[in-house]
């Protein structure tokens, strides 16, 4: 089977960075598209940001400017580097990948790693 892992998320304050980082692991052939969500209490999960497996990129427009989303295809991770963080980034994030695995194919999500950015 496929796992994602997340690492990375935490306490900060407005102005602040943080780095979350997410590790594939598995029965993989290839990784597709990579993304990051986020759901906020009593919200929906969103979108927060996506890149192919080419590295073409799109973001919300609520962190165009502040994020950056990356990948390494040869680890098998992706990362988001978060910046100039405001108090209603906070949430959980989640990462998400669609996988070509050995024998089937898939969308996978990770486990969400809480991140906290106080005023």
């Known amino acids: 089977q496929v796992q994602l892992v997340e690492s990375g998320g935490g306490l900060v304050q407005a102005g602040g960075s943080l780095r979350l980082s997410c590790e594939a692991s598995?029965?993989?052939?290839?990784?597709?598209?990579m993304a990051w969500y986020r759901q906020a209490p009593g919200k929906q999960r969103e979108l927060v940001a996506a890149i192919t497996s080419g590295g073409s990129r799109n973001y919300a427009d609520s962190v165009k400017g502040r994020f950056t989303i990356s990948r390494d295809n040869a680890k098998n991770t992706v990362a988001l580097q978060m910046n100039s963080l405001k108090p209603e980034d906070t949430a959980v994030y989640y990462c998400?990948?669609?996988?070509?695995?050995?024998?089937?194919?898939?969308?996978?999500w990770g486990q969400g790693t809480q991140v906290t950015v106080s005023s």
């Open positions: 598995g029965r993989i052939r290839r990784l597709n598209n």
């Open positions: 998400n990948a669609d996988v070509q695995g050995i024998l089937a194919y898939g969308n996978y």
